[in-house]
């Protein structure tokens, strides 16, 4: 069978599916094999739930089955079906990469361009090589813009999604410290980051360059065609026709909004100072695709879809500034430095283990624990070994007055009938999601009594 053939299929097919747990018929299916998991183990299991057709690498069957295709490499075909479908669409594609702030800012952007179009994209944070090619063909023709998150944790990434997504419209959020064992360094990051702009400066595409972040400055000299914001500095940022001030971290993130003849208060229900740089990514998108003043502000004001990232959770009057989705160097920072400036006394910080430093992981975690103490937290709950670590390294002098406790994990936290976590506290809890930290909300936290 042709690719040409498998895509007229497709397209009389409600869709695709790589996993057999979901509804598959009619889908047509496609066994991945990863490090993990094996979809060809499943071939017998998703032709028995119907599916129309079955990509895989080998067959469970004693004879030939109508319904197999048999390939060298399922994820291959999977990737081209889903550039054969891209290039029949005719809507602009919009790219987001970057260290930090990828998920939220794609979020924000696709709840904005939805005000005035029909807008699809990254479903949850399927944004790696399988998760991409399955969000395109989740998508019909009946759109008007898509956006796409490309996550990567190694040179070449990029470029690859890049192939199969054809953008015409690219942003990366920031250059931080995200997955740098797979990158091998701060340039490998810049390299595989920075592939984008090679797509969009290639094919005389337009990227949005974040001008207050001079590694992107000095990035995007290979993109012809640029949209500049946040070009200023300090708490006041310029988007193409707004421009914030006043910006504080009360209860929520807030701040003015002006333009030339108007000017509106916004108060979000987002947390963290650092996602004003998020905003103002999603406010200069909206107003280059025409979304109005109104469309944008009623997002700002009622955007609460963080999905445990910089999100407000009150439990048996504790309040959890839950950022545990995800973990590096560079967000770890800015989330103590957002928390720091906050009003209030009664404040913890839960700091987990951050994933992917390869070496330098150990430097990494004593410098953000000596950040923590820096910035004046009394009260610090370390959790998982490299944590413990960087505890363990501290100088006397350094941990002075502040009273700091270790856990191996966050079961070993629970545990504790002498937990800092009590009520009346309000709690920053930011770890690599593989920490499983938003156990500490999903299940009721010590109290004072024990």
């Known amino acids: 069978m042709t690719l040409r053939e498998l895509y007229q299929h497709y397209l009389d097919s409600p869709g695709v599916s790589t996993d057999t747990r979901e509804p598959l018929k009619g889908k047509i299916f496609f066994a991945l094999k990863g490090d993990r998991f094996d979809g060809n183990d499943y071939v017998r299991e998703a032709v028995k739930k119907g599916a129309k057709l079955v990509v895989c690498q080998q067959n469970p069957f004693s004879r030939k089955h109508a319904k197999l295709i048999i390939i060298k490499d399922s994820l291959k075909i999977l990737q081209k079906l889903a550039r054969l479908h891209r290039q029949t669409l005719a809507c602009?594609?919009?790219?987001?990469?970057?260290?930090?702030?990828?998920?939220?800012?794609?979020?924000?952007?696709?709840?904005?361009?939805?005000?005035?179009?029909?807008?699809?994209?990254?479903?949850?944070?399927?944004?790696?090589?399988?998760?991409?090619?399955?969000?395109?063909?989740?998508k019909t023709k009946d759109i008007d813009l898509m956006v796409l998150e490309m996550g990567a944790n190694h040179v070449g990434e990029i470029a690859e999604l890049c192939d199969i997504a054809l953008p015409d419209h690219g942003l990366i959020t920031n250059i931080g410290t995200a997955h740098i064992e797979g990158f091998g360094g701060l340039e490998g990051i810049k390299k595989g980051k920075s592939e984008l702009y090679d797509f969009l400066g290639e094919h005389n595409h337009t990227a949005f360059v974040d001008g207050n972040e001079e590694h992107l400055l000095q990035l995007s000299t290979r993109?012809?065609?640029?949209?500049?914001?946040?070009?200023?500095?300090?708490?006041?940022?310029?988007?193409?026709?707004?421009?914030?001030?006043?910006?504080?971290?009360?209860?929520?993130?807030e701040f003015?909004?002006?333009?030339?003849?108007?000017?509106?208060?916004?108060?979000?229900?987002?947390?963290g100072l650092y996602n004003i740089k998020n905003i103002s990514t999603a406010v200069t998108v909206a107003e280059h695709f025409a979304v109005e003043a109104d469309d944008i502000i009623d997002v700002l004001r009622q955007f609460d879809e963080l999905d445990n990232r910089s999100t407000l959770i009150e439990i048996n009057d504790i309040k959890f500034i839950a950022d545990a989705y995800n973990a590096n160097p560079?967000?770890?920072?800015?989330?103590?430095?957002?928390?720091?400036?906050?009003?209030g006394s009664k404040k913890v910080v839960v700091l987990g283990d951050m994933k992917e430093l390869g070496l330098q992981s150990a430097a990494f975690h004593q410098e953000i624990l000596e950040e923590a103490i820096d910035l004046g937290f009394k009260e610090l709950v370390l959790i998982g070994p490299a944590m413990a670590t960087a505890a363990a390294s501290l100088e006397p002098e350094k941990s002075a007055g502040i009273t700091l406790r270790t856990y191996q994990n966050v079961d070993a936290l629970q545990a504790d009938d002498s937990s800092l976590i009590t009520p009346g506290k309000e709690v920053l809890v930011k770890a690599s999601r593989s920490m499983g930290l938003e156990a500490l909300w999903h299940v009721p936290p010590v109290s004072e009594d024990g």
């Open 92 to 138: 602009p594609v919009l790219a987001i990469t970057g260290s930090n702030g990828k998920t939220t800012t794609r979020s924000l952007i696709m709840a904005m361009l939805a005000k005035k179009y029909r807008v699809s994209g990254t479903y949850r944070n399927f944004n790696n090589h399988i998760g991409v090619p399955l969000s395109i063909l989740s």
């Open 330 to 343: 560079s967000s770890m920072s800015e989330a103590l430095k957002s928390f720091a400036d906050k009003k």
């Open 256 to 271: 003015q909004m002006h333009w030339r003849t108007r000017k509106e208060h916004i108060a979000t229900k987002i947390q």
């Open 223 to 253: 993109v012809f065609n640029k949209i500049f914001y946040n070009q200023q500095f300090g708490h006041e940022y310029s988007a193409l026709h707004s421009h914030f001030s006043e910006v504080k971290q009360g209860e929520h993130l």
